[in-house]
């Protein structure tokens, strides 16, 4: 039998503890700087808000564009493009918080 001090048995590495800990933390700081948890957490607003805005516009987009096309108001061709326009908001959307993110 070995004395303890020599020699451990068995060795625990901290990295997989430190892999599960990083798959269980909400926010991860690669550094010191607190500030970046504030600018995680206002990107996240901003996210949701943006997420919040592309639902609502494409389901007045869609809803307006296939009843009034069902209805005969709209021309099927005028409908389709209403709906391209709402893929384009929800692309808007994404690239202005992607421009909010870089600076």
């Known amino acids: 039998m070995r004395p303890a001090w020599r020699k451990p048995m068995q060795a ?3 990295a997989p503890a430190a892999d599960i800990a990083m798959q269980a933390a909400p926010i991860i700081l690669m550094g010191s ?3 970046a948890v504030l600018a995680t957490l206002d990107l996240a607003r901003q996210t949701i808000r943006a997420i919040r805005k ?7 987009y869609n809803t307006a564009g296939i009843s009034l096309t069902v ?18 908001s929800v692309i808007g959307n994404s690239i202005r918080l992607n ?3 870089e600076r």
């Open 54 to 60: 592309n639902l609502f516009w494409a389901f007045f």
């Open 33 to 35: 700087d607190l500030d």
């Open 99 to 101: 421009r909010r993110l």
């Open 71 to 88: 209805a005969g108001v709209l021309n099927p061709i005028v409908a389709a493009a209403a709906m391209v326009l709402s893929s384009v």
């Open 12 to 14: 625990s590495p901290l």
